[in-house]
């Protein structure tokens, strides 16, 4: 290592948390979820721990209903919809993704949702579905208080959403609204859950011991399988469960300033920078919308220092967002030996004057950022699994950074086996796309409770099949599970 190489190492150790340091936030996590969970300290408390109106994952096929569902997923960088079929336990799906731009995510919250609503007027015409009434899951990522099955309130926007209008307004309600003003398609909205609850549901399907559902993608966040005299805030008047999905929403874990021992002042600046200051702490150590950032932040200081690049930047770098976060993944795919990504990624930002060893040190930095984040996950797991006390537990984990950063399943499983109690045993799955094929899963429970309420109590369905044109493929669906349980 050269002089320059040694300080660099130096500047950047503050980004290794020792495993005493990771202890500490284990301890302060247990301790925020269980404010989050009691009457009594959950209003200030930061991580808010919802109650959702999940309470068994669908693990028998005569939980739910089989036949066609949409889904649609919103809580990134893009909105997806899909056509899901539920046959046996198996999914079939077919997707469709439309971007949300810039100004849709700043303006009001009508054009965000009649926008949802063309997409999905869209999506059935290419199918020639538009004359079905659809049962429908939503998968909205962001915080919500349930209210009920397909009911839910915006709490506070996250991960650079700020349509105006939205924040304390039940979520299903404005999207009803808005196909209601199109008038030319109907669905009846069964479900709304998080991607967290999304990603659970989806793997119980095949993983009978699923109980935690992980995202590490653009935001970050986590539910888990908690017993009911836990929840103080569940609601009372349902007394025949034992158990209820949570919604941690820890990406809030830190808001109360608990987490400052371990930021650094790089990760200071990326609040400051971002649209929410002060909010979701934990989600931008982790998340995939703010590592890149936190390396060009860092990178930023090494070249005004002169220890990189000759200490000649580009406009690129000093841009904000000017760092994606899938180049981290890149770049830590890349071998020594030729610095493959790395070099087009340099070229891409207008550092072609970078040196080998420059490679080597914006490498470097790239595997400490994205090393942290993954221990911060398992420290978060650990103390879900450790919450939980369940012998072996699956836990199903989707989003971006998980995915495609090369070693991050690595990182996760190794600390997490370090940081659980050792009696406790997990597995940490994959569960491709899960968020939307959860919320389809989701509602296929619901259209089935439906059913067997409208068989018993003689009322009308919320999912009837409804002949908009002489509909048949509800019709189908309807007989099929009235034979199947009665
Ligand atoms: C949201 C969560 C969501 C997570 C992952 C966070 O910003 O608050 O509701 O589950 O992102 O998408």
Request: charged share 25%.
């Amino acid at each position: 290592m050269d002089h320059c190489q040694k300080e660099i190492d130096l500047l950047t150790r503050c980004l290794i948390l020792a495993d005493d340091q990771l202890q500490q936030i284990q301890s302060l996590l247990m301790n925020s979820f269980n404010d989050g969970l009691k009457r009594e300290t959950n209003p200030v408390a930061p991580v808010k721990m919802f109650p959702t109106f999940v309470r068994e994952v669908p693990d028998e096929k005569n939980k739910y209903v089989e036949g066609k569902f949409l889904a649609l997923d919103l809580g990134g960088t893009n909105f997806r919809v899909l056509l899901i079929e539920l046959v046996g336990d198996e999914l079939h799906h077919e997707t469709e993704i439309y971007t949300i731009a810039d100004e849709l995510r700043n303006g009001t919250g009508e054009k965000l949702f009649d926008y949802i609503a063309e997409c999905i007027f869209l999506f059935l015409d290419k199918r020639n579905l538009v004359e079905f009434r659809m049962p429908l899951g939503f998968t909205f990522s962001f915080p919500c208080k349930q209210e009920g099955l397909n009911s839910a309130r915006l709490t506070t926007w996250t991960k650079g959403f700020k349509c105006t209008g939205v924040e304390g307004e039940d979520v299903v309600k404005l999207l009803r609204e808005a196909i209601d003003r199109r008038n030319d398609i109907e669905v009846e909205v069964m479900a709304i859950v998080n991607d967290t609850t999304g990603t659970m549901v989806s793997c119980a399907l095949q993983n009978k011991e699923c109980r935690v559902g992980l995202i590490v993608g653009t935001g970050t966040n986590a539910c888990y399988m908690e017993t009911i005299e836990n929840v103080e805030l569940y609601n009372e008047d349902i007394t025949d469960v034992n158990q209820v999905v949570v919604n941690t929403e820890l990406g809030a874990f830190g808001d109360n300033n608990v987490l400052n021992f371990a930021r650094t002042r790089w990760d200071h600046t990326v609040d400051q920078l971002s649209a929410e200051p002060g909010k979701q702490i934990f989600e931008k150590m982790v998340s995939g919308m703010y590592l890149g950032e936190i390396v060009r932040c860092i990178l930023c200081e090494l070249t005004q220092r002169r220890l990189v690049f000759g200490g000649k930047g580009s406009v690129q770098l000093m841009t904000p967002k000017g760092f994606k976060t899938a180049y981290i993944s890149a770049i830590e795919s890349d071998s020594k030996d030729d610095y493959l990504y790395t070099r087009q990624v340099m070229a891409e930002i207008g550092l072609r004057h970078a040196t080998q060893s420059d490679y080597d040190m914006v490498k470097l930095i790239c595997s400490r950022i994205s090393t942290r984040a993954a221990h911060l996950v398992s420290a978060a797991v650990s103390t879900i699994l450790n919450k939980m006390q369940r012998p072996y537990t699956t836990v199903a984990v989707d989003g971006s950074v998980y995915k495609f950063h090369p070693h991050f399943h690595q990182l996760l499983e190794e600390k997490t086996l370090q940081l659980v109690k050792p009696e406790i045993k997990f597995d940490i799955k994959l569960s491709e796309d899960g968020s939307g094929r959860g919320a389809a899963l989701v509602a296929a429970v619901a259209t089935k409770q439906d059913i067997q309420r409208k068989i018993s109590t003689g009322n009308r369905l919320a999912f009837e099949p409804v002949n908009r044109k002489n509909s048949r493929m509800e019709l189908k669906q309807f007989l099929k599970s009235c034979n199947e349980t009665f």
